[in-house]
């Protein structure tokens, strides 16, 4: 009953951070924040599942998203410091700027 609880809990989040992508899309930062939550609450979600189930295949899928998930911050943070760099402001507005 009580991983109920948490899936339940780890959905809410995870809803919050989908709908923050979307709401938030103006600002770089607060868009790659709300792609963290949501793969985070997904790990979540993916262990709880593999504790439940008693199958450590989810907990290796967990280990392959936060690897994903690291060099995705870490590929993007450097994008945005670049975009920083090159305009002096940070908008998903003037994304095409960077293209070829």
């Known amino acids: 009953m009580i991983f109920l609880t948490f899936f339940e809990v780890f959905f809410l989040l995870f809803f919050i951070g ?3 992508f979307f ?3 103006d600002n770089l930062i607060t868009v790659m924040i709300s792609l963290e939550v949501m793969l985070l609450n997904i790990n979540l979600i ?3 599942s ?3 189930l ?3 295949f989810g907990q290796l899928l967990v280990l392959f998203i936060f690897a994903t998930a690291a060099s995705e911050a870490a ?3 450097a994008l945005f410091i670049l975009y920083y760099r090159f305009l002096g ?3 998903v507005d ?3 700027v960077i293209k070829g």
Do not use: E, Q
Request: aromatic content about 16%; charged content about 10%; hydrophobic content about 60%.
């Open 23 to 25: 709401i938030f899309k």
């Open 18 to 20: 989908f709908l923050s």
């Open 54 to 56: 008693d199958d450590f």
């Open 50 to 52: 593999s504790l439940y």
């Open 94 to 96: 003037l994304i095409t």
């Open 89 to 91: 402001l940070l908008s």
């Open 46 to 48: 993916l262990v709880l």
């Open 75 to 77: 590929v993007g943070l």
